[in-house]
């Protein structure tokens, strides 16, 4: 069964220093993974997918296959980064291409 | 022009009345989901439309629950005999085709429907 897991409800650092949001996953296919935010009083939005190898508002997330983890992470925290994330998964092919199966978000603060 | 439109925001409701949620896409895209977010959770899915066509309805908790895209565009999600376990917030996003052996498209969210059954 697909499943995502955020371990940390909260997360709170302080500005300038490291973040690491973690995110495991199951899924007995070939899954593509997002990270999705939302910060106060938006709409969730993309903030990137694995497949595009980028780095978006200095955030970068690799894919580990063999450790089924997706973790975001960030070298220095910016206070307008509190927001909070999702991780998600998505399978390929199939009549339900594109369906999202998120997990339960992690709240992160940064503090000044 | 502007992203997915939802409506209402908010939505109060006494238990065992019906309820109807709009969701206007993003013009051009196929691709149309229903996610319910429960307080403290991650969005769930809920049903997905390729045009007019439900592919996939696994998703919808109870047959109160219905949905429908009819011309391939606005999608309404209606809510029968509400119960207090309805109570969440309702979201929509479209994103362009996405077929067999297609890559998934970026999904677009809308601001979502807040209903709360009394």
């Known amino acids: 069964a697909q499943r995502v897991t955020q371990p940390e409800k909260l997360l709170s650092v302080f500005k300038g220093a490291p973040v690491e949001l973690k995110c495991n996953y199951s899924?007995?296919?070939?899954?593509?993974l997002f990270w999705y935010v939302q910060y106060s009083r938006q709409r969730l939005q993309l903030l990137l997918r694995h497949i595009s190898r980028e780095s978006i508002k200095g955030f970068t997330a690799d894919l580990n296959k063999g450790e089924t983890s997706f973790h975001l992470k960030k070298p220095f925290a910016q206070e307008e980064d509190s927001a909070m994330y999702y991780c998600a998964l998505s399978g390929q092919g199939g009549s339900t291409l594109g369906r999202l199966y998120f997990g339960r978000g992690t709240q992160l603060t940064v503090w000044p | 022009g502007a992203g997915v439109s939802q409506s209402p925001r908010y939505k109060v409701a006494k238990r065992g009345q019906d309820v109807a949620l709009r969701c206007d896409p993003i013009s051009g895209h196929v691709s149309l989901f229903w996610y319910q977010q429960a307080l403290g959770q991650g969005p769930e899915f809920l049903t997905y439309?390729?045009?007019?066509?439900?592919?996939?309805k696994s998703g919808l908790p109870s047959d109160r629950f219905f949905a429908e895209r009819p011309e391939g565009s606005v999608s309404t999600l209606k809510i029968q005999r509400t119960q207090q376990e309805d109570s969440a917030v309702y979201l929509c996003a479209s994103s362009l085709a996405g077929g067999q052996g297609r890559r998934n498209q970026p999904q677009h969210f809308g601001d979502g429907t807040r209903l709360s059954i009394l």
């Open positions: 439309f390729q045009n007019e066509a439900q592919l996939d």
């Open positions: 899924y007995s296919g070939s899954p593509e």
